[in-house]
């Protein structure tokens, strides 16, 4: 196979690479991208866009057994709904097909090549990749590392059998009776509730003393709330500690010392995600890490020359977006242009019942980076649209600087609140003030009228509450 040369490899096709990819080709820099697997990565396969197919599909069923079990406040009942869970898959499937065929599309209209197989560093500018018809090798001006993060596996339950990573729950043949996810983060959590609604016996197992740790208790009550009220047993500071002989039960720890067996049709391991940084020769080249992940600089440049990090690889937050703007960044400065991260906030968005936002500083963060702070919390409860959407539980929630009235950051947890992310985003990325906010005119009735009203409150004249 003769050797290709080109200005810039990329590494991994997920939202980083071939955002990457995709961005360096339109502004002419001559690029080819490797992917082991199928472009779009563990975000469009595996990840986000599956996850959040299985969850609307979840809603949808669940809202009509809800209307079946008799005449609901709205007026409306209907029989006993049934569920297809193949054709359930198969549509989700048709959904990431779609997303893949538009991905290579655009590859293609951006002139990038893509070369499928296993890329492996034999030096800093060149890179070795086994191609089903054999190696391939290319030399390459610049690289990019956008190798992602896989699920992590607990030794105790190696993935296998019943024991399943986020990978297979999101192509399981049928509904399972009994669910186990061990690990209380929002993958688990999503995919937890999402079974949850479809019909299964679900039980959370958390290590922690709550469930999304990473959140303070106010945004995570109305998430826990609903999941008590979906029957899921929600057990916390309990360690998994292996499987039953037969697969058909986890065995733990539960926070008071007793040993306990939960019988499981799967058990769901969702314990986090690491790295993809071994196994394919960047152990080899010499490259600064920083923990399990590349250390990288404010333009993604690793320790070295030429060779740039993107996406999950380098770190926190393993978001989707937050890998497509280093991907786009790290395009502009390989063809000549002055950029580097000058992001203030990343939105966060977990899509559990109901959904939680975050973008920029908690309070409790706020204090810890020693502002002092003015908060306004506007409750859903007093917000008509969200009363009109049967959805009045969660708020929306600003923190400002109280100083100067900056916004450093803001929280919601609500029905639908997944929507509120960009103008939040907006919002802290413009630096916007508490007065930029309610002054801008909402429209009504929105739910977006909450932010409006939560800028209000941290300026002590909310309307409506
Ligand atoms: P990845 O998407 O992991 O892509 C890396 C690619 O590199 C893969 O395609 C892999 O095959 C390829 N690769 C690896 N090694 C090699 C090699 N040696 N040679 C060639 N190719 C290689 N994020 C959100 O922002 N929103 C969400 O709602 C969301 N939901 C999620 C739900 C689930 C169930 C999961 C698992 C993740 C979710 N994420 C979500 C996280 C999101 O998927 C990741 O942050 C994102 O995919 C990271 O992009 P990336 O480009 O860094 O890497």
Redesign the pocket.
């Known amino acids: 196979m003769k050797d290709i040369s080109c200005k810039l490899l990329v590494?991994?096709?997920?939202?980083?690479?071939?955002v990457c990819a995709i961005r360096a080709g339109q502004l002419n820099v001559d690029t080819v991208i490797?992917?082991?697997?199928?472009?779009?990565?563990?975000?469009?396969?595996?990840?986000?866009i599956?996850?959040?197919a299985l969850i609307h599909a979840a809603d949808e069923f669940a809202k009509v057994a809800h209307f079946a079990v008799g005449q609901t406040p709205l007026g409306i009942s209907v029989a006993e709904p049934a569920i297809d869970f193949s054709k359930t898959i198969a549509w989700k499937d048709g959904i990431v097909s779609r997303l893949n065929n538009g991905v290579a599309g655009l590859l293609k209209k951006a002139n990038v090549k893509i070369v499928t197989?296993?890329?492996?560093f034999r030096d800093g500018k060149t890179i070795e990749?086994e191609t089903l018809t054999g190696q391939q090798i290319i030399r390459a001006e610049n690289v990019v590392i956008?190798?992602?993060?896989?699920?992590v596996e607990v030794p105790s339950l190696p993935f296998g059998g019943n024991v399943i990573s986020?990978?297979e729950?999101?192509s399981l043949p049928e509904i399972p009776e009994k669910l186990v996810v061990v690990g209380g983060g929002?993958?688990g959590l999503?995919?937890g509730t999402a079974f949850a609604k479809l019909g299964s016996k679900v039980t959370v197992v958390e290590a922690q003393s709550k469930v999304l740790p990473q959140y303070d208790a106010e945004l995570t009550r109305p998430v826990v709330k609903h999941l008590n009220e979906l029957g899921i047993t929600v057990l916390t500071g309990a360690k998994a500690k292996g499987v039953s002989s037969k697969g058909d039960a986890l065995l733990i720890e539960t926070a008071d010392g007793k040993d306990e067996r939960i019988a499981a049709d799967k058990i769901l391991v969702?314990v986090g995600?690491k790295p993809?940084t071994s196994?394919?020769g960047l152990e080899e080249i010499d490259i600064d890490m920083d923990g399990r992940f590349v250390r990288i600089d404010d333009k993604c440049r690793t320790s070295m020359r030429g060779v740039y990090a993107?996406?999950?690889?380098?770190g926190e937050p393993?978001?989707?977006?937050?890998?497509?703007a280093q991907?786009e960044m790290v395009a502009e400065i390989v063809a000549g242009e002055n950029r580097s991260w000058d992001k203030r906030a990343i939105a966060?968005?977990c899509?559990t019942d109901p959904e939680i936002v975050t973008v920029g500083l908690s309070p409790d963060e706020a204090k810890q980076a020693g502002h002092e702070i003015k908060i306004g919390l506007f409750p859903f409860a007093a917000n008509g649209r969200a009363m009109t959407k049967e959805g009045e539980e969660g708020f929306v929630r600003v923190v400002a600087a109280a100083s100067n009235h900056l916004i450093l950051g803001i929280q919601a947890v609500g029905h639908g609140v997944s929507e509120l992310s960009a103008s939040f985003a907006l919002a802290v990325e413009m630096g916007a003030r508490l007065e930029d906010i309610a002054g801008t005119i909402h429209a009504h009735p929105t739910q977006g009228e909450g932010f409006q009203e939560a800028a209000l409150k941290a300026l002590g004249h909310a309307l409506h509450i």
């Open positions: 590494i991994g096709a997920g939202p980083g690479g071939y490797v992917e082991a697997a199928k472009v779009g990565g563990t975000c469009l396969l595996v990840g986000c599956p996850s959040k197989g296993r890329a492996s990749v956008a190798t992602g993060s896989a699920p986020s990978t729950a999101l929002y993958i999503e995919l969702t995600r993809v196994g394919w993107i996406g999950d690889v380098t393993m978001l989707a977006h937050r890998a497509m991907g966060a968005v899509f």
